[in-house]
């Protein structure tokens, strides 16, 4: 890094570092961050025996969860109330949200619907939705000819 003179009486910024200074800001900080974050981000993996779901949900806990699956659409919603904390101080930024959400999926026919199962660690909910024995990838065989 380059040592830069500091210039007490230096004049206002120009109007081009004003502008830029406006565009290198997040939303939240010019109305705040009391609106919905949004949707979760999801990883979909298909492998050889099963698909995964991954959903980035840090900051819940299992219980916060629930899934639902019906007629081939696996639902993936949570809901957390935001506790009011007193505090000594003043928030200068505060970007942790916590929002109910909901996610749909509409599953393939090839999926085992009796073995889904889910688990959740280190903020991320893993749903594994296995194959059905007839939609796996079978070895290939190679057949001689007589």
Do not use: C
Not at 6 to 29: E, T
Not at 114 to 142: M, N, W
């Amino acid at each position: 890094m380059k040592p830069t003179k500091y210039y007490p009486f230096a004049p206002a910024k120009n109007f081009g570092n004003w502008i830029d200074d406006f565009f290198n800001r997040s939303i939240g900080d010019f109305i705040g961050t009391d609106f919905p974050a949004g949707q979760p981000s999801v990883n979909v993996i298909e492998e050889e025996n099963e698909f995964r779901l991954e959903v980035a949900a840090p900051g819940l806990q299992k219980e916060d969860f629930q899934i639902n699956l019906e007629n081939g659409h696996l639902t993936i919603s949570a809901k957390k109330e935001q506790k009011e904390e007193k505090t000594e101080g003043k928030y200068t930024r505060r970007e942790f949200n916590y929002t109910s959400f909901s996610r749909s999926f509409n599953l393939p026919e090839t999926v085992n619907e009796q073995g889904i199962k889910a688990t959740y660690d280190s903020g991320i909910l893993f749903v594994a939705l296995p194959k059905k024995e007839e939609a796996k990838t079978k070895v290939t065989r190679t057949i001689d000819i007589a």
